[in-house]
């Protein structure tokens, strides 16, 4: 404009105006004007894009089945878009969030990309954007260039028509649930692409059959086929056949008459890998044989005949209980309330009374006596005797009459 009125001015800007420019134009500022109008529609467009893109993986997720193209209607159909679904291995929010506040996937917007973040799983975009040849090399690249090497995606990339978005997603959450087999606790567990319940059926049956057959002389055994089993399962189905596992443990334990908390078993979404599930399983299996070893008469037997073998080592309760695959909070509680002594004080009371043997054959030091018995040293024994006689062990041989020179 050649006026400078103050009031065409404010006009111009509540019509919406970038800038407002003087004659005579000068070319830069006529260039940097028209560059901010471009900016300006660029960055709407891809707001809307962005909006669009956003409610329409939400219909996915709901299982909506409406078309594509109703959400972005300036698109042809058969018009070929580049997608891909990327899965972090991390359900950390705080994590995330620190993850999505670096210019990782904002780099991407400027090649009119758009992404919806939803948990830990990202769906991603990109449009109108043929200077990138190789789309998938460009995604990866992007993406892992700016990710932390704690947390590396997964990604899933395909390109399609507008009109196949819908098949092209569902193709991608399949491909996520398998390459992050191992972390399939965080990541989208799609429904299977057929209704074969056999499948289901045939590791029902393996688990029933499994966990009933489970004895102390083959529990390696079933924890192994237990693994395998979970390992083999597809991952749409892994949490109908743990949530079985646990319906099927929990039956046996009521049969028997002992129950276990409901804490006692995780949640399976709670766990963060292949590892954690296949723990809490053996864990499982461990505590119900344990719940069925304490019926028999032998139980407490044997552990006492393992400790009157082993008294001369170093020896404690986490020892025992792994050695008879039992928990060590249950041990301590069975041994208590059947001997009525620690695990500490009938060890204690076992090498007593071999050191008293002992201390009466004249052919075995003080100090030899100790390290026969289980002590590190000759003090550790020494007090230990006396705490538990009321005299040094060299007091007792002398009282005895059989001292002879240490």
Do not use: W
């Not at 134009?25 to 300006?40: H, T, V, W």
């Not at 058969?78 to 620190?98: G, H, N, T």
């Not at 407490?300 to 209980?321: C, F, P, R």
């Amino acid at each position: 404009s050649g006026y400078d009125s103050y009031q065409y001015i404010r006009s111009a800007f509540q019509e919406g105006a970038v800038d407002y420019l003087l004659k005579p134009l000068l070319y830069p500022e006529l260039e940097k004007a028209i560059r901010e109008i471009c900016n300006q529609l660029d960055q709407d467009r891809l707001t809307a894009l962005n909006s669009s893109f956003q409610q329409y993986i939400l219909s996915l997720q709901q299982g909506d089945s409406v078309s594509a193209s109703a959400y972005f209607p300036e698109y042809l159909p058969a018009q070929s878009f580049f997608i891909a679904l990327l899965a972090y291995p991390s359900r950390d929010e705080a994590v995330m969030d620190q993850l999505f506040s670096e210019p990782s996937l904002m780099n991407l917007t400027q090649y009119k990309a758009t992404f919806f973040r939803s948990g830990n799983l990202v769906y991603l975009m990109l449009h109108d954007s043929p200077c990138i040849q190789d789309r998938k090399s460009f995604v990866m690249t992007q993406i892992l260039r700016f990710s932390r090497a704690e947390l590396l995606p997964a990604v899933a990339a395909d390109q399609c028509p507008l009109q196949d978005l819908s098949s092209g997603f569902n193709r991608l959450r399949r491909c996520i649930a398998f390459c992050l087999r191992n972390n399939y606790g965080n990541v989208y567990l799609p429904a299977p692409e057929d209704d074969d319940a056999s499948l289901l059926l045939r590791n029902f049956s393996d688990i029933r059959h499994d966990l009933s057959c489970c004895r102390s002389d083959n529990l390696e055994a079933t924890l192994q086929a237990l693994s395998d089993l979970f390992r083999q399962t597809r991952p749409c189905d892994l949490s109908s056949t743990y949530q079985y596992f646990t319906n099927v443990v929990n039956q046996m334990t009521i049969q028997q008459d002992y129950t276990l908390q409901a804490s006692f078993f995780p949640s399976f979404h709670s766990f963060l890998d292949e590892a954690e599930l296949l723990g809490a399983v053996r864990n499982i299996v461990r505590e119900i044989l344990v719940r069925q070893r304490t019926k028999y008469p032998d139980y407490i037997t044997q552990i006492k005949n393992y400790i009157e073998a082993h008294y001369g080592q170093k020896l404690s309760l986490s020892d025992v209980a792994e050695h008879f695959s039992i928990s060590y909070a249950h041990l301590s509680h069975v041994f208590s309330s059947t001997m009525n002594l620690s695990f500490t004080e009938y060890l204690t009371l076992v090498r007593m009374q071999h050191a008293q043997q002992m201390i009466c054959e004249p052919n075995y030091t003080i100090q030899e006596i100790s390290y026969m018995c289980g002590y590190e040293n000759q003090f550790s024994f020494t007090r230990a005797f006396k705490k538990y006689y009321g005299i040094s062990p060299t007091g007792y041989r002398k009282a005895l009459g059989t001292a002879f020179n240490e």
